[in-house]
Every structure is written in structure tokens, then in C-alpha cells.
């Protein structure tokens, strides 16, 4: 069976430090991955998705960028984290047209 | 760039009774798939349930059906028997390749 990987569940850092997340997945191949961020009370905001290895699409210019090293392995990263940052990160997986499988998310707060 | 746009930022049913959350979309793709979302305040994302626009015939799960108007580019969600367990935020999506969400509707079913 699928199943998908976020890590951490929680995480304090201070501004200007980086950041990596990291999301695997597992028992599919070749899957659509995607970032997304939500801010307490709103909508899930679309930051990068991927349709294979390498290819990175971004929807907002910001501070965080993404990789994609590997198949099932999708990285968000910031060199310098910004107090508008903080949030919660969600990372989620789709064969083209299925559902999309969510990861269990990570709250970040930068202070 | 496709967008979904849901005009009810909050919505209260009786419970037992019915409620319809309202979404619209943009795109310009004749092949994509539409989505309803719950989201409890765990924060974990829960399929609802899952259109097909080459599809005219309404999805149903249950209690849960949507009217898909392709032509208006219009999908709203019937919840039906509302129960105190729906209460949640619910978010329309739209998906080809990049799955996009709306703002968000906060339901709050009152006993």
C-alpha cells in the first residue's frame, strides 16, 4: 500500500536560519508531488509541484525553493527563513487525476 | 492559471437538515477533475468526494453530492442529514497536474 512520509511534525527556528522538510513516499511510482502551505484558519496555498524527476514547477515567488532528487523524495528548502515563513506545511502525493494523499504536515514557526 | 474561487467564507445547518457550499472554477483545460475536501481541526485532509469532468452524471457519496454545472464552471457540494461530525472547514479543488484549492468554507452544524 502507499503511504507517505513528512517530517517533522513541529518545528521552531529562528529568522534567518535555513530550512529543509523532507517527504517520501512509498508503493507508487512516478507520483505527482506538491507543496503547499496553509496559514491558521486559510486555504492551502500552492508552492511547487513536481511531475518527475527534476522538474519543479513554482507557483509563488518567495524565499523557498524545492528538489526533487529522487522519484518518491520531494525537499522544501529556505536559505533564510522569514517571519512570514511560519506556517504549516503540507506535502502530498497524486497519480494525475486521483486524490491527492496528504502527508501529516509540519507546523512551522519562525521567530 | 486555473483558480477556484469559494464565495461562503462560513455556513451554519441544523443538523438533519441540508446545506449546500458553493464553489466555482477557471480553466482552460477541457480534461481536469474536480474535488471536495473536509478538513477537521486535526488538520488532516479527508476526500469528500471526486468528479470527473468528462462525466455529466452527479457524484454522490452518501450523503454527500455534488451538482457540476461544466458549462458555468460551477461545482457545489450537498451535504444532506447534516451530522454534528461534519462540522469542518471543506475545500473545492481543482486538479490537472497542479491541484489548486479555494479559500475554504468553515461549516458549523448546530444540534
Given at each position: 500500500?502507499?503511504?507517505?512520509?513528512?517530517?517533522?511534525?513541529?518545528?521552531?527556528?529562528?529568522?534567518?536560519?535555513?530550512?529543509?522538510?523532507?517527504?517520501?513516499?512509498?508503493?507508487?511510482?512516478?507520483?505527482?508531488?506538491?507543496?503547499?502551505?496553509?496559514?491558521?484558519?486559510?486555504?492551502?496555498?500552492?508552492?511547487?509541484?513536481?511531475?518527475?524527476?527534476?522538474?519543479?514547477?513554482?507557483?509563488?515567488?518567495?524565499?523557498?525553493?524545492?528538489?526533487?532528487?529522487?522519484?518518491?523524495?520531494?525537499?522544501?528548502?529556505?536559505?533564510?527563513?522569514?517571519?512570514?515563513?511560519?506556517?504549516?506545511?503540507?506535502?502530498?502525493?497524486?497519480?494525475?487525476?486521483?486524490?491527492?494523499?496528504?502527508?501529516?504536515?509540519?507546523?512551522?514557526?519562525?521567530? | 492559471?486555473?483558480?477556484?474561487?469559494?464565495?461562503?467564507?462560513?455556513?451554519?445547518?441544523?443538523?438533519?437538515?441540508?446545506?449546500?457550499?458553493?464553489?466555482?472554477?477557471?480553466?482552460?483545460?477541457s480534461d481536469y477533475y474536480l474535488?471536495?475536501?473536509?478538513?477537521?481541526?486535526?488538520?488532516?485532509?479527508?476526500?469528500?468526494?471526486?468528479q470527473e469532468a468528462y462525466k455529466?452524471?452527479?457524484?454522490?457519496?452518501?450523503?454527500?453530492?455534488?451538482?457540476?454545472?461544466k458549462?458555468?464552471?460551477?461545482?457545489?457540494?450537498?451535504?444532506?442529514?447534516?451530522?454534528?461530525?461534519?462540522?469542518?472547514?471543506?475545500?473545492?479543488?481543482?486538479?490537472?497536474?497542479?491541484?489548486?484549492?479555494?479559500?475554504?468554507?468553515?461549516?458549523?452544524?448546530?444540534?
Open positions: 500500500s502507499q503511504t507517505i512520509h513528512q517530517w517533522p511534525a513541529t518545528l521552531v527556528q529562528p529568522v534567518g536560519s535555513p530550512l529543509s522538510l523532507e517527504c517520501t513516499v512509498e508503493g507508487t511510482s512516478n507520483p505527482n508531488l506538491y507543496w503547499y502551505r496553509q496559514a491558521a484558519g486559510r486555504g492551502l496555498q500552492l508552492l511547487f509541484y513536481s511531475v518527475g524527476i527534476g522538474q519543479i514547477s513554482s507557483e509563488v515567488p518567495q524565499n523557498l525553493s524545492a528538489s526533487r532528487p529522487q522519484d518518491r523524495q520531494f525537499i522544501l528548502s529556505s536559505k533564510k527563513l522569514l517571519l512570514s515563513d511560519s506556517g504549516f506545511y503540507l506535502c502530498a502525493w497524486s497519480i494525475k487525476g486521483e486524490k491527492l494523499f496528504f502527508g501529516s504536515g509540519t507546523q512551522l514557526s519562525v521567530l | 492559471a486555473q483558480t477556484v474561487t469559494q464565495s461562503q467564507p462560513e455556513m451554519s445547518v441544523q443538523e438533519a437538515e441540508t446545506v449546500t457550499l458553493s464553489c466555482t472554477y477557471d480553466t482552460s483545460e474535488f471536495w475536501y473536509k478538513q477537521p481541526p486535526s488538520r488532516q485532509m479527508i476526500l469528500v468526494i471526486r455529466q452524471q452527479n457524484a454522490t457519496e452518501n450523503r454527500f453530492s455534488v451538482n457540476f454545472q458549462a458555468a464552471k460551477s461545482f457545489s457540494l450537498k451535504i444532506s442529514d447534516s451530522q454534528l461530525g461534519d462540522a469542518a472547514m471543506y475545500f473545492c479543488a481543482l486538479n490537472n497536474n497542479d491541484m489548486r484549492f479555494g479559500a475554504g468554507t468553515r461549516l458549523t452544524v448546530k444540534p
